[in-house]
């Protein structure tokens, strides 16, 4: 901690934070790379490389209350949810990205010292929020696959714990967590939530169960099936007394009105969108077969949009950045039970057949 000036009066848990690591945008690779700026490959972030629905772009052009605050209540835009969730509009609630809904949910259950079960490796935003908010990340490894152990869960369970994350299917892994182990850890009693964020993908929820268990709560969002990461919307599915919490703390107007509109139209267009999931699933098949053939690479089944990798030689670093140069962009991981790991998002056909022709390429 500096000894003087405005820094001396930043809060003391937050000087060494490490922050986020988000992804490598583009623009950044100009006169980088191999190829120009818009031939590059984003396959990094698990991003909805068909895009939005057409009528996401139509509607937006000719909207006319650009200049006019949301809906601070989401009244319209919780009544459209319901309608594509199943579930009643009081027990959702939208934020700007489902990344904000898990601090709101963290801001709401968490005191200093609070004890947080997450199940790793798994989606980095947990920690991120976690430390934020001045909890205690408890962390429960998977298995060699993987797959969550049930048993471990409860196992860390103390008088602490306010919240058990889990992922479903996990991010970076793609592996899904059966529904009787979900059962499981909601029969502890303690709040858990189940972030649905490949909900499309994988066709497995536990949204029909929020009217048994009044300490369940779901995510899911619009980023990857709907194509509207870059307006960031995302829901959450709550007990509806949670739900009245959370819209009284969140901040106000957090979903702003190009994404209400995205929404709208998105969900008119439901059949076009999943015909667009149906051909990244599809293309998430013929990419892992192809994967499978290189023997320097190990590919784990997934049932999100992304694939996830170790790489056997030991050169993770090196092969995320020869693909760099080549303008194809994979995530890379040398964490605990990551190391020497990349995930790769799926895009459309041409995308995988660039990718695997570099990695032939570039060979083990």
């Known amino acids: 901690m500096a000894s003087s000036g405005i820094e001396r009066l930043i809060r003391s848990d937050l000087v060494d934070f490490s922050g986020y690591a988000a992804r490598t945008s583009p623009e950044t690779l100009e006169g980088k790379v191999e190829v120009p700026v818009e031939s590059i490959v984003k396959l990094d972030a698990n991003e909805n490389l068909y895009g939005c629905s057409p009528r996401v772009n139509r509607a937006l052009a000719t909207y006319p209350d650009l200049n006019i605050y949301p809906d601070d209540g989401q009244t319209r835009l919780r009544k459209l949810l319901e309608g594509y969730a199943g579930v009643d509009a009081k027990r959702i609630v939208a934020g700007s990205g489902s990344n904000q809904l898990i601090d709101l949910v963290l801001r709401l259950f968490i005191n200093k010292g609070d004890e947080i079960i997450n199940c790793v490796p798994t989606f980095a935003i947990f920690r991120f929020s ?103 919307v995302g829901y959450g599915i709550f007990p509806p007394k949670i739900a009245d919490y959370l819209l009284k703390i969140k901040i106000p107007y957090n979903v702003n009105v190009a994404a209400l509109v995205a929404v709208q139209e998105s969900l008119k267009d439901i059949d076009y969108l999943l015909e667009r999931v149906r051909a990244i699933i599809t293309e ?81």
Not at 210 to 224: C, D, I, P
Not at 316 to 327: F, I, S, T, V, Y
């Open 284 to 364: 998430r098949e013929r990419l892992f077969g192809e994967l499978q053939k290189l023997k320097w690479l190990k590919p784990f089944p997934s049932r999100a949009n992304f694939i996830f990798c170790s790489v056997l030689n030991g050169k993770a670093r090196e092969l995320k950045q020869k693909l760099q140069d080549k303008g194809i962009l994979v995530r890379y991981f040398d964490q605990p039970m990551l190391r020497d790991c990349i995930r790769i998002s799926v895009g459309k056909p041409e995308h995988t057949d660039t990718l695997i022709k570099a990695l032939q390429e570039i060979g083990g």
């Open 130 to 232: 976690t430390e934020l908010c001045g909890g205690t990340l408890v962390e429960v490894p998977r298995d060699e696959d993987f797959k969550v152990n049930v048993n471990a869960v409860k196992a860390a369970i103390t008088e602490k714990t306010k919240i058990i994350f889990l992922v479903n299917p996990n991010n970076p892994t793609g592996t899904i967590t059966p529904r009787q182990g979900i059962l499981e850890i909601l029969d502890t009693g303690l709040p858990v939530l189940v972030d649905e964020a490949y909900y499309e993908f994988s066709g497995e929820t536990v949204v029909p169960l929020v009217s048994q268990y009044e300490n369940l709560m779901v995510l899911r969002t619009f980023s990857k099936w709907a194509g509207l990461a870059g307006l960031r």
